[in-house]
């Protein structure tokens, strides 16, 4: 299955900052997702990161907070922009390999905001 | 939209022991159905997973189950380990054919040496 590299892995940003995160997988997925995680808490999806065209957003989250980017089939950025300490969480990427392979996730971005 | 629901959200158990994890699912279309097992400070990892044209699926002590009818399925950890300790999530996609998740809020999984 493919291998997700995710950075940084933990970042402290002053408020009203942005953090762009990054994530490159070691093969072409055919689908990407970015995931919020508070500690010990589930996955909520933020957005599915489309290849060559804008993101696909979930309810709650807009591309002027979160906009992404996916130029091809390997990489992708979350960026987090004008950020508060309620954004502080876990940022995981995600990618779908293909049948068989499910999804496999990035190593998380730990973010705090202070 | 999908809702995924969760049970128990802690469980412990003894060392040698059986752990069933269960989830409900809402929307009659799904069709894929994994399970994630996520360490303290570590990525989820994906454990097994089932497709809805299979009611049971085995991989050494793990195994899953799954009732379309009644729309839950289930994991089952055999013969626990100390190193099954985590938290496991279970997750449905959104709809036959789609690639997004929705999780369950997961299961804080401890075994008792």
């Known amino acids: 299955s493919a291998v997700i590299s995710q950075k940084p892995s933990r970042d402290i940003c002053q408020r009203g900052t942005s953090l762009t995160i990054q994530c490159q997988v070691d093969?072409?997925?055919?689908?990407m997702f970015w995931y919020r995680q508070q500690p010990g808490q589930s996955l909520t999806l933020i957005a599915t990161?489309?290849?060559?065209?804008?993101?696909?957003?979930e309810s709650g989250f807009v591309i002027d907070k979160f906009p992404i980017s996916r130029p091809n089939l390997t990489f992708s950025t979350l960026t987090v922009s004008n950020m508060s300490p309620e954004d502080s969480s876990i940022y995981l990427c995600?990618?779908?390999?293909?049948?068989?392979?499910?999804?496999?996730f990035g190593s998380g971005t730990r973010l705090t905001v202070v | 939209g999908e809702n995924v629901e969760q049970h128990p959200s802690t469980l412990s158990v003894q060392e040698g022991d059986s752990a069933v994890i269960k989830c409900t699912y809402s929307?009659?279309?799904?069709?894929?159905f994994p399970w994630y097992k996520q360490e303290l400070g570590k990525r989820p990892q994906l454990i097994i997973d089932?497709?809805?044209?299979?009611g049971e699926k085995k991989d050494q002590r793990i195994a899953v189950t799954l009732n379309k009818t009644a729309k839950h399925f289930s994991l089952h950890i055999t013969e626990t380990q100390p190193e099954d300790s985590a938290v496991y999530f279970c997750?449905?996609?959104?709809?036959?054919?789609?690639?997004?998740?929705?999780f369950g809020k997961g299961t804080k999984l401890s075994v008792i040496p």
């Open positions: 929307d009659s279309a799904s069709n894929y």
């Open positions: 093969s072409q997925v055919t689908m």
């Open positions: 089932i497709r809805s044209n299979v």
């Open positions: 995600s990618g779908f390999t293909g049948e068989g392979y499910g999804y496999t």
């Open positions: 997750a449905a996609n959104v709809g036959a054919g789609s690639y997004q998740l929705t």
């Open positions: 990161a489309n290849q060559g065209s804008e993101a696909t957003y």
